[in-house]
């Protein structure tokens, strides 16, 4: 079974990940790390130790990064209120170069939104609408993703192919140069629009007993025109990684 499977928005953060389950235990726990290269010019790929903590109830859900209750449940069709941690950020003290350490800092946030999961004989299409709660960006993001899975035993493979939409305001917060950071840092003022990015994914796992499971799951996002454009910005796409086990009771 799938304890935990990447959900990378990736362009909602070059290292955020939200756990989804094609097949979900009421609950179990583990341990797991997040690898994430970083867009930013001078900046440090992240390590992000994440515990592993999945329910699944009637009602309400609980994935690692994420949680919600459920507006409609049955097997083929889930609809649910979402609440999402968004890790991504960009701490000026982390970076190795001089103009980009006089850049603002930009927070994590907490997004808000719904999620809709279709599962068919054809595969499986995942959908998530949302947006932040915190007044950091007030930016949106549009998650479009299909999946089909491959089972070999007690060893499954999912591929997935999909896009990431970023409202302007989300990528003007993550991505943007105003005029005042221009003036202190000598890089160029950028106000990038709206985007959509196309990604590839890949989630492996194995169910090693009847109550331990690994999981492997990667993502390499190519990131639009929007944000590889930025001045902040020095890869045309980005690599992230999860890996973890996790126990099911």
């Known amino acids: 079974m799938n304890h935990f499977k990447l959900k990378a928005l990736a362009l909602l953060c070059p290292c955020y990940f939200a756990a989804f389950s094609t097949h979900a235990d ?55 209120l979402t609440l999402l941690g968004s890790p991504q950020q960009y701490d000026p003290k982390d970076n190795d170069l001089g103009d980009m350490k006089a850049l603002d800092k930009r927070r994590m946030t907490l997004m808000a939104g719904a999620t809709y999961r279709h599962v068919a004989s054809w595969g499986i299409v995942r959908t998530a609408l949302l947006g932040d709660i915190l007044n950091n960006s007030n930016g949106m993001i549009w998650d479009l993703t299909y999946l089909y899975r491959f089972d070999f035993g007690a060893f499954s493979l999912t591929p997935g192919i999909g896009a990431m939409w970023n409202s302007a305001n989300q990528n003007r917060y993550y991505y943007g140069v105003s005029a005042h950071e221009s003036a202190r840092s000598g890089i160029s003022r950028y106000n990038p629009d709206d985007s959509w990015s196309p990604y590839v994914e890949m989630n492996a796992s194995y169910q090693f007993s009847d109550n331990w499971n690994a999981s492997l799951s990667g993502r390499y996002t190519r990131f639009a025109s929007e944000v590889k454009d930025s001045p902040m910005v020095d890869k045309n796409g980005q690599f992230t990684l999860w890996t973890g086990v996790s126990y099911s009771f």
């Open 26 to 80: 009421p609950l179990s726990l583990g341990a797991s790390v997040i690898y994430a290269q970083s867009p930013y010019r001078g900046g440090q790929d992240r390590y992000l130790p994440v515990p592993v903590i999945n329910y699944e109830g009637e009602n309400f859900w609980f994935r690692s990064l994420q949680g919600g209750y459920y507006l409609w449940k049955d097997p083929q069709d889930q609809l649910s």
